[in-house]
């Protein structure tokens, strides 16, 4: 089993930056690629980045690169989410993903998910 928490979510304006964390536990955690995705109201759950198990490999969208990084801290077994130049359209809510070995970009390709946490930007 696989535990994720998220946490670091809020309210703020457009050109903000916010960061996001999930705390990983579980039985061989290290070997699991971890993600992010997110979610708005009315659309379907979408992928926004990932990171190998020894985090040598980082994918993001298109529709957040250059503005997003993540990262993950194998003392702390955590993943962070970092955002800058949020837009309106970034309004979500982001989950933590957890996917045995590989790193992937699709929802049915992850095994355990965090609880989720909110994200608005306001305009």
């Known amino acids: 089993q696989v535990q994720l928490v998220e946490s670091g979510g809020g309210l703020v304006q457009t050109g903000d930056s916010l960061r996001l964390s999930c705390a990983a536990s579980?039985?061989?955690?290290?070997?699991?690629?971890l993600a992010w995705f997110r979610q708005a109201p009315g659309k379907e759950r979408e992928f926004v980045a990932t990171?190998?198990?020894?985090?040598?490999?980082?994918f993001s969208s298109d529709a957040v690169r250059g503005r997003f990084t993540v990262s993950r801290d194998w003392a702390q077994n955590t993943i962070s989410l970092q955002m800058n130049s949020l837009k309106p359209e970034d309004t979500a809510v982001y989950y933590c993903?957890?996917?045995?070995?590989?790193?992937?970009?699709?929802?049915?390709?992850?095994?355990?998910w965090g609880q989720g946490i909110q994200v608005t930007v306001s305009s």
């Open positions: 993903a957890a996917a045995y070995g590989g790193v992937y970009s699709f929802p049915t390709d992850y095994h355990y």
């Open positions: 579980g039985h061989n955690i290290k070997s699991y690629g």
């Open positions: 990171v190998s198990w020894d985090g040598d490999r980082q």
